[in-house]
């Protein structure tokens, strides 16, 4: 099974709400990406709006259903009303859940699902009975996937920011066997599995390698800075190797 690259265009989001102008468009630049063969867009739609505004988000999935029908499109974020009005009014094909704070300057963390068991076990129904896939967001952890089974998610996001912004190699190699272990576990509760999160074009094909199960990864922060070098097209068809998709 090839991984498949969805492309979050967060950052690029970002750095136009630098200034009161258009650009850089974040609707033209998810088009490129998109023709340069990435599978699909991500978005995390925050309520102070720092980066993907609630329009990008209304914007995106027209373009995508009308130019691009067979790429997906996700969103992900905390469930709060506010998010699951936008969810439920767009449909995406997927949407991830991830327990988000304000004041968090990026996403840091996975759910506690014991926790918040009762919680999201609630908002997945009501996602599904949507026709909606539902992924929950976890932390590199074994012992996550079979709770996510539990509270009815359809795959996984392992939170790969510990491995992917390593820097010391024996931390590095550590981390490492952490998401290899809950992508297997996830595969044994017959969950899907992405990953996500400062995932590099170095540090993603020994991922891709360890977990042939691995469906999906959403890069952003990383594939942005590489377009600044590479172009966004020439960034893609990177990370589109680096997935081990075939690329001509």
């Not at 074009?201 to 390698?209: A, R, S």
Request: charged share 25%; net charge negative; proline share 6%.
């Amino acid at each position: 099974m090839t991984c498949k690259l969805s492309v979050n265009v967060n950052a690029i989001a970002h750095l136009r709400n630098r200034r009161d102008l258009p650009w850089p468009s974040v609707i033209g630049l998810s088009r490129m990406a998109l023709e340069a063969g990435a599978y699909g867009i991500t978005v995390h739609p925050r309520p102070d709006e720092r980066h993907i505004r609630r329009h990008d988000v209304y914007d995106l999935s027209e373009m995508i259903r009308s130019e691009f029908p067979e790429r997906e499109f996700n969103i992900e974020g905390n469930p709060d009303a506010r998010f699951a009005e936008i969810v439920e009014s767009v449909k995406p094909d997927q949407v991830t859940l991830v327990p988000d704070d304000i004041r968090q300057s990026t996403s840091d963390h996975g759910w506690d699902i014991a926790a918040h068991e009762e919680f999201l076990s609630g908002i997945i129904a009501r996602f599904k009975a949507s026709g909606l896939r539902v992924s929950i967001f976890v932390d590199p952890d074994p012992s996550a996937p079979a709770l996510a089974q539990k509270v009815g998610a359809d795959r996984v996001e392992i939170y790969t920011g510990p491995y992917g912004g390593a820097l010391d190699r024996a931390v590095a190699e550590r981390e490492f066997a952490n998401v290899v272990a809950t992508g297997n576990a996830a595969r044994d509760a017959g969950l899907g599995l992405n990953a996500g999160h400062d995932l590099t074009l170095d540090n993603l094909p020994p991922l891709v390698e360890a977990l042939p199960h691995l469906s999906e990864v959403s890069i952003g922060h990383c594939l942005t800075a590489d377009a600044l070098r590479f172009g966004m097209a020439g960034a893609v068809v990177r990370y589109r190797k680096a997935c081990g998709d075939p690329v001509g």
